[in-house]
C-alpha cells in the first residue's frame, strides 16, 4: 500500500439508533485491507467511542480515517459545544452525559480514556463554542 | 462451552444464529453499562445483558463477540436482530436475572477475565 486510503462519513447527531454506523462500516474496510484483528479492534472501539460521544454530546460531525503503510489515524471534528477542561474530560468516571444517555448504557465517563487507551497517540484540540477536534493513530 | 450449551443452562430461546449452536465460547461478561464492556472486556466472546437498544449490538461487535444473551426477559428489536445476523452473532434470550445467568454459566465452567472457575 503506498498510497493513503482515506474513509469520510458524515455522522448523523440526530439519532442515537444509528451511532456507531461509521465505526461498523470501518471495521469491515479495514477486514478487507487484511489489517490484523488486534488492530482493527483498536481502532475500531477508539473510533465507536468518538462517534458515540460525536452523537451525545455534540450533535454529529465528520470522521475521517486515513490508512497509511505505517498507521491509520482516525480524525473525528464536530461544532459542539467544545470541552473546557480536557484534563478533567479525560479522568476516568468523569461524565457530563444525562441521565438519559446514561440508561442507554453510555456516559460512564470512559470514553476519551478508552480512546486514549486503545490508541498509540491522541490528541485533542477543542474550543469553547466552536467545536473539539480529535486525532488518534494507530501504528501498524 | 458451547453456545447451544448455553441455551440449555440458561433455558433460553434462540432468537437468531440456530446455526452457531455448536460453536465454541471460552469466556463471556456481563453488564448493562456499553462504556463498561468497551473499557475492561478483553477477549470474551459472549455478552449477557439487559440492555436493549442497537448500540448493544454494536459494542458486541466491536469487541468481536460472537453471542449476545439477553436476560430478565427483554425481546430484542428486529433491527437489532438483523444487525446482529449481518454481523455473525447469535441471539439468546431467557428470564433469568443477570446476576443468576451469570453464576450459571460460571459454575459450569464459563470463564469470564482469564480466570479459572
Known amino acids: ?140 | 462451552m458451547k453456545i447451544g450449551t448455553i441455551r440449555d443452562l440458561l433455558e433460553a430461546t434462540v432468537i437468531c444464529g440456530e446455526d452457531m449452536l455448536d460453536n465454541e465460547v471460552h469466556s463471556a461478561c456481563g453488564s448493562d453499562m456499553m462504556s463498561d464492556v468497551l473499557a475492561y472486556v478483553k477477549d470474551q466472546a459472549v455478552l449477557l445483558t439487559g440492555l436493549v437498544n442497537s448500540q448493544v449490538i454494536r459494542t458486541a461487535e466491536m469487541m468481536d463477540m460472537v453471542c449476545l444473551v439477553f436476560v430478565r426477559g427483554k425481546k430484542p428489536t428486529q433491527e437489532m436482530i438483523d444487525l446482529a445476523s449481518d454481523s455473525g452473532m447469535a441471539i439468546l434470550a431467557t428470564d433469568m436475572r443477570l446476576y443468576e445467568a451469570c453464576g450459571k454459566l460460571y459454575v459450569n465452567g464459563l470463564v469470564g477475565n482469564g480466570r479459572k472457575a
Open chain 1, 1 to 140: 500500500m503506498s498510497e493513503s486510503l482515506i474513509f469520510h462519513f458524515d455522522v448523523d447527531g440526530e439519532d442515537f439508533t444509528s451511532a456507531g454506523q461509521a465505526s461498523v462500516q470501518v471495521k469491515k474496510n479495514l477486514r478487507r485491507l487484511g489489517i490484523s484483528p488486534e488492530i482493527i479492534r483498536q481502532v475500531s472501539i477508539a473510533m465507536y467511542e468518538g462517534e458515540i460521544n460525536m452523537v451525545i454530546h455534540a450533535g454529529g460531525g465528520e470522521a475521517d480515517v486515513v490508512v497509511s503503510e505505517d498507521k491509520i489515524e482516525i480524525i473525528l471534528a464536530d461544532k459542539g459545544p467544545g470541552i473546557a477542561d480536557i484534563d478533567l474530560a479525560m479522568q476516568e468516571g468523569f461524565s457530563t452525559a444525562t441521565d438519559s444517555v446514561r440508561s442507554l448504557g453510555f456516559g460512564a465517563g470512559m470514553g476519551l480514556p478508552n480512546m486514549k487507551r486503545y490508541t498509540d497517540e491522541m490528541t485533542i484540540d477543542s474550543v469553547v463554542g466552536e467545536g473539539t477536534t480529535i486525532r488518534m493513530v494507530v501504528n501498524l
